[in-house]
């Protein structure tokens, strides 16, 4: 769980970076991602647990932020015009349902929980 963590922090740091590098390219627009309020107090609720409890809560909460991130990515892919765009956004939703589908895994194998939700299929 750790190593996936490290690598979700990884690849989306890069995709930021390379985001920030086109709406400056394209638009001229320069731009810096602030945390929602409503991340911030998933993340305050998650301190309250530690353990098997502090897993089950965070992995169920990675699934609904990726879920969030695949509805974005889908809306990316109808309406982007920069291929290179399109292309990260068809990355981004392959590289989410893929995350969703190991966090899905553990839940099921370590906790007897699967997430509320069917295991996605690419």
């Known amino acids: 769980l750790k ?3 490290q690598s979700i922090i990884e690849a989306q740091q890069q995709e ?3 985001m920030q590098t086109w709406l400056q390219d394209w638009y001229g627009i320069g731009y810096e991602p602030q945390m929602s309020e409503s ?3 998933s993340m305050q609720r ?3 647990f530690s353990g098997a409890e ?3 809560r965070f992995m169920q909460s990675m699934i609904r932020h990726h879920w969030a991130a695949i509805r974005e990515a889908q809306d990316c ?3 982007a015009g920069h291929p290179e765009l ?3 956004c068809s990355n981004i939703k392959g590289v989410q349902l893929a995350e969703i589908s190991q966090l899905q895994t553990w839940l099921e194998q370590w906790y007897d929980r699967n997430g509320g939700r069917p295991v996605p299929t690419a």
Do not use: H
Request: net charge negative; glycine share 4%.
């Open 77 to 79: 892919l109808v309406s």
């Open 39 to 41: 991340d911030m107090r």
């Open 3 to 5: 190593d996936l963590c």
């Open 16 to 18: 930021i970076r390379q």
């Open 86 to 88: 399109i292309g990260l």
């Open 46 to 48: 998650l301190e309250n």
């Open 54 to 56: 502090y897993e089950i």
